[in-house]
């Protein structure tokens, strides 16, 4: 499991979860964290392509 949490652990994350949010929030927020991750994953590689391609052009 990620960051050391073990299956006790991940369930307490999810009550917890389930307590501040509410049942009908939470595949909500799961959809924006998605889509956070994503664009900020492809931002990450638009970043780094220019740079890449610099190197390719001066070799």
């Known amino acids: 499991m990620p960051f050391n949490i073990?299956?006790?652990g991940f369930i307490?994350?999810?009550l917890i979860g389930l307590l501040l949010f509410g049942p009908?929030?939470?595949p909500q927020l799961g959809k924006a964290?998605?889509?956070t991750?994503?664009?900020f994953r492809t931002g990450t590689k638009e970043l780094?392509?220019?740079d890449?391609?610099?190197t390719e052009k001066k070799e």
Do not use: Q
């Open 6 to 8: 073990g299956v006790t």
């Open 12 to 14: 307490l994350l999810a």
């Open 24 to 26: 009908s929030k939470l």
């Open 33 to 35: 964290i998605g889509t």
């Open 37 to 39: 991750i994503r664009e």
């Open 48 to 50: 780094m392509e220019p």
């Open 52 to 54: 890449e391609t610099k």
